[in-house]
């Protein structure tokens, strides 16, 4: 049994969902709100000591961080197999996943705090609400990081070096996308899923212009392919559980 300890819109846990609708794998859902620190409770540190979501759980056996979850995925039902078989097309799959985790998944969350975490949590809780929510929690330091940052907000320098960051990663996928029409390609690997969510999520921060034809149009070309998989929009179509939450996507 895989059980999926996930949230709704975060980029990591779409990642794992679309490899788990590729692969149309039956998968038990445990709906991790971030947005009411639930990644800070005791038990779900005890999966994932890091407080972030995705966990994945098969029988008892846990897994954590996203591409690991989506090989260890691979490994179990290669059926629909999302890994190619040259080693030299897997370095370069795995160089594409690594540039999602160190490139830009940082830059990302650095670019989402103002526009959409920070106000999303403000809008619903005070920063006084916000600490007894954490103290009740365990208060970890994770937790106290997190409260601080929520106090004061990304500094705009930082927010503009992940902006400036994106650019660079969007640059090197552009590049990386000629011929296409995958980033291996022919071949439609992990490569490509390990990167969606976060082209995803900067059309979600209102900046399209970053992958629209004019600056980019291999990813535009790539990101109307992704768009259209079967296995993309049956990720999208997992909604937020709360709906008193005004946000989409
Ligand atoms: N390396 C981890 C990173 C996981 C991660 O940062 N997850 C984010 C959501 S995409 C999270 O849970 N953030 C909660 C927080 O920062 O409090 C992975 O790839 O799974």
Redesign the pocket.
């Known amino acids: 049994m895989l059980k999926l300890y996930h949230?709704w819109s975060?980029?990591?846990?779409q990642k794992v969902r679309i490899v788990l609708a590729e692969k149309k794998l039956d998968w038990e859902s445990v709906h991790i709100d971030?947005f009411e620190f639930e990644?800070h409770q005791s038990w779900y540190l005890e999966l994932n000591d890091?407080?972030?979501?995705?966990t994945l759980d098969h029988d008892g056996h846990i897994v954590?961080?996203?591409?690991i979850i989506c090989e260890y995925l691979e490994d179990l039902h290669p059926e629909v197999q999302l890994r190619p078989d040259s080693p030299q097309s897997v370095s370069r799959m795995r160089k594409w996943m690594l540039i999602s985790?160190e490139d830009l998944?940082g830059a990302i969350?650095v670019a989402s705090f103002n526009i959409r975490h920070r106000p999303r949590v403000l809008a619903k809780y005070s920063i006084d609400e916000v600490h007894s929510k954490l103290a009740k929690l365990g208060k970890s330091d994770l937790a106290e990081t997190?409260a601080k940052r929520l106090d004061s907000g990304m500094p705009k320098a930082q927010e503009d070096a992940a902006f400036a960051r994106i650019e660079q990663v969007l640059d090197r996928m552009e590049a990386g996308l000629h011929p296409g029409p995958w980033l291996l390609g022919d071949t439609y690997s992990l490569a490509d899923i390990s990167l969606m969510s976060y082209i995803n999520r900067i059309e979600v921060l209102g900046r399209p212009e970053l992958i629209g034809r004019k600056s980019r149009p291999n990813i535009a070309s790539w990101w109307d392919r992704v768009q259209a998989l079967e296995s993309f929009r049956d990720m999208m179509a997992f909604r937020n559980p709360d709906r008193s939450d005004p946000v989409p996507r």
Do not use: I, M, R
Request: proline fraction near 5%; hydrophobic fraction near 30%; charged fraction near 15%.
């Open positions: 949230y975060s980029v990591c846990s971030l990644q890091k407080a972030v979501v995705p954590t961080d996203s591409n985790e998944h969350s997190a």
